[in-house]
């Protein structure tokens, strides 16, 4: 018996660390029969729970492609973008996927262009590319859904006509995905105006749960985090918890009351880091604000580069969770919310994540400064949706 | 935490550039835990996107992004660089003769090959990725005397990634799937893709590519001038050069030199080919294929060369040549 156990133990030993076979050394040296009993009890415990954990730890490695949607694939953000989810950046580096790239009929030519260039890059967790202006083709079956793709602002063009332009995609693509995606897809917005268009396409999608759906707001929390980093001289990574509160657009509040900074081992709260309550509440606030108008201007172009980077961390902290004690920024549905902001909204909050369920962090004391800015993206948010509902209907 | 690296990185405020910066910055080259001094070169003109580039790299929130650097001075750009990659050339005007491209651009990369050689480490690797790719870079090597030849090398990492993943969709497996392949001579539409030695896993089983293919007169044909227009392909879809793809192989070729090449395979790049053994003339820059280790590459010995790999291998290196000795004479007016 005593030999058979030790057999076991050898066999364990290769499986994984030892360490959580919870004192079986312990027990091999006070065995009786009775005791030898028990310990095989124990044994087969342990057993079972290390091979859930190896299971668990191995599990991509077993499991089927996922098939991940982008609009506008042939655009600016979507170039950035697909290397990244190709190469393993978002779902791990045991995930294969199935790429679906959606974008309008006269856009096709280019899409091939990128699709042979992803065929250039020789990824192998690429398993397939498939380029379509179809929607029952694009949508159909997916796990994840970055809708990138949506109608520009041109010259001339009044708020309304935009938002009207954009209701009519995602209302398209919000019953697209009811039709014809996984009941558990998750589905990230990023075409502006991002919230509203997120609250389209989820009202357009009544059997997907309304959790399911997410705007980006999380360029603007790099961005913030990103300043702050900067102004204190240390690595962006040292700084956490800035929270993006509300709308994608100008009147976004970046807040940093609960962020906390690390300098030279310390952890700071963020006011007290930089030590410069006018620049936190005045200059920063408005410098992250915009910043996307700051880079047009400098470079012609909107930011793909840093747009991507944001839509690839948002898509891998819902897969794989975020890390404990922290919290990050995404646009989800307000209602249920503890913090006063008006229901049915996208609203963008902090949120912890965990099993792919995003979570919004509670109890954040709110001063009179932040609740004021809070309200005011809360009624440019009610306005827009209120405009956009008006277009559902029609 | 290692002490920083520089990398220089020219025509910064281009597509190619765009493509690549975050990949280095977010750790894919030199590895997860080297810290990134980033020096970002460009033209005069292209200085205020280039200040757009740098915002989005701090908004990219990069732990390992210690500084950057942008600049149009040859003295900042290269000051003691451990890692230069020369993506900046001059592009091909309409009307644009090949002798007045080659021209421009042994202007281009005499400067930069003096500035290496005035500024830089000495123990700098050098990637030239600016068309013509070989030709620059042998330009670069002669104006920087007191760097070793081997430091320099050009990029055919590209069509090596298009030749492998050209062969793996032949067969229905996946790009990591295929092996030493070799690209040979000019990185233009003389380069020989070659697969006589390229290997294919099937069903966990290797075979040699010709044995997996089954298809003689594909691998001769339309699978060597597939590989040789697939950049041209590009452009007339997308309208643009293959900038995501070049990014990728400038990854790839850079982690190569920096963290050596897996036993028994090996990887193209376009090295001096001084001291060959397979009868290309000396003094050129021409893609072999290489095993690397310890940062220093070694060609592959010892392949066989049948009649049909021999004919074009000749004919890119002739091209070469050409291409040389009409830079050459640039050099000393």
């Not at chain 1, 509300?246 to 007290?272: I, K, R, W």
């Amino acid at each position: 018996m005593l030999v058979g156990l030790l057999l076991i133990s050898g066999k364990f030993q290769k499986l994984s660390d030892t360490s959580s076979i919870l004192g079986f050394d312990t027990l091999l040296n006070h065995l009786t029969s009775s005791a030898a009993a028990e310990a095989f009890r124990c044994l087969r415990s342990d057993l079972r729970l290390l091979s859930d954990k190896w299971r668990r730890d191995n599990r991509v490695n077993m499991s089927e492609p996922i098939r991940v949607l982008v609009t506008g694939a042939a655009g600016q953000i979507a170039y950035s973008l697909l290397f990244s989810i190709a190469k393993g950046d978002v779902f791990g580096k045991d995930q294969h996927v199935i790429l679906l790239l959606l974008d309008i009929t006269p856009m096709l030519p280019v899409l091939e262009g990128v699709v042979m260039e992803l065929q250039d890059c020789a990824l192998p967790l690429l398993k397939e590319i498939v380029p379509t202006d179809k929607e029952d083709v694009a949508f159909n079956d997916l796990d994840v859904a970055i809708l990138v793709g949506s109608m520009p602002r041109r010259e001339g063009m009044e708020r309304k006509d935009l938002l009207k332009a954009n209701v009519a995609i995602f209302k398209s693509q919000g019953a697209a995905l009811e039709k014809y995606a996984k009941k558990t897809v998750k589905v990230l917005v990023v075409g502006n105006p991002a919230n509203t268009n997120c609250l389209i396409a989820a009202k357009s999608a009544p059997s997907i749960p309304k959790e399911n759906f997410s705007c980006l707001t999380r360029l603007d929390h790099n961005r913030a985090r990103s300043q702050v980093a900067m102004r204190c001289g240390v690595p962006a990574t040292h700084v956490k918890n800035v929270i993006i509160w509300g709308n994608h657009s100008s009147t976004q509040y970046p807040d940093v009351h609960h962020c906390l900074v690390n300098m030279s081992g310390s952890e700071l709260a963020c006011f007290e880091a930089v030590k410069d309550d006018a620049w936190l509440n005045g200059e920063f606030i408005a410098t992250v604000q915009q910043r996307g108008a700051a880079v047009i201007k400098a470079r012609k172009l909107s930011s793909a580069m840093s747009a991507a980077k944001a839509i690839c961390d948002h898509m891998r902290d819902i897969w794989m969770g975020t890390a404990e004690g922290e919290f990050i920024s995404m646009g989800v549905y307000s209602s249920g919310n503890a913090y006063g902001v008006p229901e049915d909204l996208i609203y963008s909050f902090p949120v912890q994540i965990k099993d792919k369920s995003w979570k919004i962090v509670e109890g954040l004391t709110i001063n009179p400064f932040s609740k004021s800015k809070m309200e005011a993206t809360a009624e440019e948010l009610i306005d827009e949706r209120d405009t956009a509902v008006s277009f559902l209907g029609v | 935490m290692a002490e920083p690296i520089r990398v220089v990185v020219t025509g910064a405020a281009g597509q190619i550039a765009y493509s690549l910066l975050y990949s280095i910055a977010k750790g894919d080259v030199f590895g997860k835990d080297q810290p990134i001094i980033l020096i970002l070169l460009d033209i005069p003109p292209m200085l205020p996107v280039l200040d757009g580039v740098v915002m989005e790299l701090q908004d990219c929130a990069l732990p390992l992004l210690r500084e950057v650097i942008p600049t149009d001075k040859v003295e900042v750009g290269f000051k003691d660089i451990d890692a230069a990659i020369l993506v900046g050339s001059m592009p091909r005007k309409e009307g644009m003769e090949r002798k007045d491209l080659l021209k421009a651009n042994v202007a281009i990369f005499k400067t930069q090959g003096a500035a290496l050689d005035k500024y830089a480490k000495k123990t700098v690797k050098v990637l030239v990725v600016g068309n013509p790719a070989n030709t620059n870079c042998l330009i670069a090597s002669k104006s920087a005397p007191s760097i070793p030849k081997e430091n320099f090398s050009c990029l055919t990492r590209l069509d090596h990634n298009r030749a492998s993943s050209q062969v793996a969709m032949r067969c229905g497996v996946s790009s990591d799937k295929v092996k030493n392949v070799i690209i040979w001579g000019n990185h233009s539409s003389t380069q020989y893709p070659d697969v006589h030695h390229a290997k294919v896993n099937v069903h966990g089983s290797e075979m040699a590519a010709y044995d997996a293919v089954k298809d003689e007169s594909w691998l001769r044909g339309d699978f060597i001038s597939t590989v040789q227009q697939r950049g041209a392909a590009v452009i007339k879809a997308r309208k643009l050069s293959s900038a995501m793809s070049a990014a990728k192989a400038i990854c790839d070729h850079m982690r190569d030199i920096w963290f050596g090449t897996k036993e028994g395979e090996f990887i193209s790049m376009g090295v001096n080919a001084t001291g060959n053994t397979y009868g290309i003339p000396e003094d050129l820059i021409y893609s072999f294929p290489v095993e690397i280790k310890n940062k220093t590459w070694k060609m592959v010995d010892g392949l066989s060369i049948n009649d049909f790999s021999r004919a074009k291998m000749d004919a890119t290196a002739a091209e070469l040549v050409d291409e040389r000795d009409t830079a050459l004479a640039f050099l000393s007016q």
